[in-house]
């Protein structure tokens, strides 16, 4: 069975600054993937990076880095320079070669202070 | 491209009340997922569609809770009846092709119901 584990409700931060979501999951499946989305306040699901479980390198995709701990389970999301605009709810999410369906984690509030 | 379709964007409905949701994903992708999301809750998956083929519904409500992909394109989620533990948005999402750990759901805005 897979689990996403995400143990931050909520995180502030102040703008300009760097922020980092925790994420750890549990999965059998050899090969998977780790994926991080943004959901505003108005709903809709934003698809921010995404982590193979081969991959050597971490993903980056401008301000957002994945930091991929592979034995210890983590695929944290880094934002750097934060924004007014990055306040929303943050989930990490796997899907894997066997259980191929996508699994979430609760979600973490973030906010950003001017 | 066109990005995923969802209609209604909200709902209100009394209990026992039956409500049908209606969804159209992107051109080309041939898995289909509907996905409940209750107020301060990560998405969960209700049912997955691969083509017009059923892959998972085992955390689909049969008794109360019907999805159907004829054609293999659009999808509609049918509740009947409705209960108050139902509140939640309903999202709908595609992707490619089922089995790449490495594509991304594409999701619709999500309709809001309210059971009262």
């Known amino acids: 069975a897979q689990k996403i584990t995400q143990t931050q409700p909520g995180m502030f931060v102040q703008e300009k600054e760097a922020v980092t979501l925790d994420c750890t999951y549990d999965t059998s499946d050899p090969s998977y993937g780790l994926f991080w989305y943004k959901q505003p306040s108005s709903g809709e699901m934003i698809f921010l990076i995404y982590q193979g479980s081969y991959d050597q390198q971490n993903a980056t995709e401008g301000r957002y880095s994945l930091n991929f701990q592979k034995a210890r389970k983590s695929a944290n999301l880094v934002i750097s320079a934060s924004q007014l605009g990055d306040s929303a709810m943050y989930f990490c999410?796997?899907?894997?070669?066997?259980?191929?369906?996508?699994?979430f984690g609760a979600g973490t509030r973030l906010t950003v202070k001017p | 491209e066109a990005g995923v379709a969802q209609s209604p964007r909200y709902k209100i409905i009394e209990k026992r009340q039956s409500v049908a949701f209606w969804c159209n994903p992107i051109s080309g992708h041939a898995t289909l997922y509907w996905y409940q999301q209750i107020l301060g809750q990560g998405p969960k998956l209700l049912i997955q569609f691969q083509n017009n083929g059923v892959v998972d519904d085992s955390q689909l409500p049969k008794d109360r809770f019907s999805a159907e992909r004829l054609k293999g394109v659009d999808s509609t989620l049918k509740i009947q009846p409705a209960k108050l533990e139902d509140s939640a948005v309903y999202l709908c999402?595609?992707?490619?092709?089922?089995?790449?750990?490495?594509?991304?759901?594409?999701f619709g805005n999500g309709t809001r119901l309210t059971v009262t």
């Open positions: 999410a796997m899907r894997g070669y066997n259980n191929n369906d996508m699994r």
């Open positions: 999402a595609s992707s490619r092709a089922q089995g790449g750990v490495n594509s991304p759901l594409h």
